[in-house]
């Protein structure tokens, strides 16, 4: 694993990611903002802000297994989320829960959350775009 994460001393701990990321690996990988569409562009949870965050997380996934990577070799996360209220904070980490009890993994490498006005498609509520780095 090229991946290690760690919450330094001196900074908050927090519940749904680690605060630093230490990349060993040899390869970067770079995965496009992830939509909330499935394999064939139809949009999943539409209106469900944490079916789509699951998905988003789902997609990634997918994206990192075709090139022999897995969520352990996460670096970063970017999220957005269109109109974001802190009132929505727990449906996005209800969506992280459900997409990591499906991969067998707790999706926590540092993360960033941003608000934003809209996305690609006025249904998707979501994107989620991440950084790994592989051995």
């Not at 001196?10 to 995965?31: F, N, W």
Request: with cysteine.
């Amino acid at each position: 694993m090229a991946i290690t994460l760690v919450n330094p001393r001196g900074l908050p701990e927090i519940d749904a990611y680690k605060q630093v990321s230490i990349a060993t690996g040899s390869k970067m990988v770079h995965i496009a903002g992830q939509v909330a569409w499935d394999a064939d562009g139809v949009t999943v949870g539409e209106g469900d802000l944490a079916a789509q965050v699951e998905r988003c997380y789902l997609n990634i996934a997918t994206a990192l297994a075709e090139v022999g990577g897995s969520f352990d070799d996460v670096a970063k996360v970017t999220v957005y989320v269109v109109d974001w209220t802190p009132d929505k904070l727990p449906l996005v980490m209800d969506g992280m829960a459900r997409a990591g009890a499906k991969l067998g993994a707790t999706p926590v490498p540092p993360g960033t959350l941003l608000g934003v006005a809209a996305l690609d498609v006025p249904e998707h509520l979501v994107e989620v775009e991440a950084t790994a780095v592989l051995d």
